[in-house]
């Protein structure tokens, strides 16, 4: 049973675009909201990261938004750019626990 | 600076096969992890260990031992393997467990089981 459902499965957006990638979760005891990103032949690598005590955190290009109520959280990547072509995973867990529950993936393609 | 290694990057067994996947880290973190990624599934916990001597089962540990043989390195060994175990392998470490601790991944182990 997936604990945290992730879509699209794949995407593929022009240079300057919006990327979006959308996460939901069932367990309201989830506290902790990581997206990592991996590049092909290489491991994951922690990008940014949420707790429900704010709906938005910004890091560069790079925001979470976070809905409690509708118990989902997105990334959103402005000004794409081809470098950002990656797998992209959400995860969630509860803060500080030792199992953190990763999404299927997402591959981003940023087409010049 | 090496961070995470793997060893090996790829390797192809026969079922009932053993192997034993290697893993040690150089930035002086107390905990690591053993993953598995599989096309559809995201990363799953296998096992990790929060502190040298200890080990701990993930959420898929059935046909996996592991060893915590000092704070550098965390070994995890398949005894007789099955297709099913063929997956890409992904080692990672942290400071301290808990998944608000950023985790450092290695490059990961491809493995395949005929």
């Known amino acids: 049973q997936q604990q945290v459902k992730q879509s699209p499965q794949s995407l593929i957006v022009q240079k300057g675009g919006i990327s979006i990638i959308n996460c939901a979760y069932e367990?309201?005891?989830?506290?902790?909201f990581p997206w990592y990103q991996q590049f092909p032949g290489k491991g994951p690598a922690l990008l940014i990261a949420i707790r429900p005590d704010v709906s938005e955190k910004k890091e560069g290009r790079f925001t979470i938004s976070f809905n409690k109520s509708a118990k989902q959280f997105s990334l959103h990547i402005m000004d794409s750019q081809p470098g950002d072509s990656a797998t992209y995973f959400c995860a969630a867990s509860i803060y500080g626990a030792n199992n953190l529950f990763f999404g299927t993936g997402t591959r981003l393609t940023v087409i010049p | 600076n090496a961070g995470v290694t793997q060893t090996p990057k790829f390797q192809v067994l026969k079922t009932g096969q053993s192997m034993t996947l290697q893993c040690a880290q150089d930035m002086n973190h107390n905990s690591m992890y053993w993953y598995r990624q599989d096309p559809g599934m995201g990363l799953r916990l296998i096992y990790y260990?929060?502190?040298?001597?200890?080990?701990d089962k993930g959420e898929v540990p059935n046909g996996y031992n592991v060893s915590r043989l000092n704070k550098r390195e965390f070994s995890l060994r398949l005894e007789s393997a099955a297709p099913s175990q063929t997956s890409v392998y992904f080692c990672a470490s942290s400071f301290a467990v808990g998944s608000n601790q950023p985790q450092h991944f290695g490059d990961g182990t491809r493995l395949s089981i005929l």
């Open positions: 367990n309201t005891a989830f506290d902790y």
């Open positions: 260990s929060a502190s040298e001597g200890t080990t």
